[in-house]
């Protein structure tokens, strides 16, 4: 068995992935099912502990994307899980 890291599936139920866009050396992990994806962080690491921390979070009783003080997506558009992008 591995010890390494990987992004959990998201609220959506689509496998998320990292990414490295091209024009950039930071990474993100994107869901291709909903799109929904982290901020861009430094290192793959980070970005998956991003993800798996904002998928862990309960589900809320609020409208999917609406801005709350939380920044630019703070619900799963599909789901409705509240993610915490920290």
Known sequence: MTDELKPVRCGCGGEAHVMQ???THCRVVMCPKCGIKT????TEAE???AWNRAMRRAKVDVLPNTCEDKGEMPFCPHCGDELEWE
């Open 47 to 49: 970005a998956i502990e």
């Open 39 to 42: 901020a861009f962080m430094n």
């Open 21 to 23: 866009p091209s024009y």
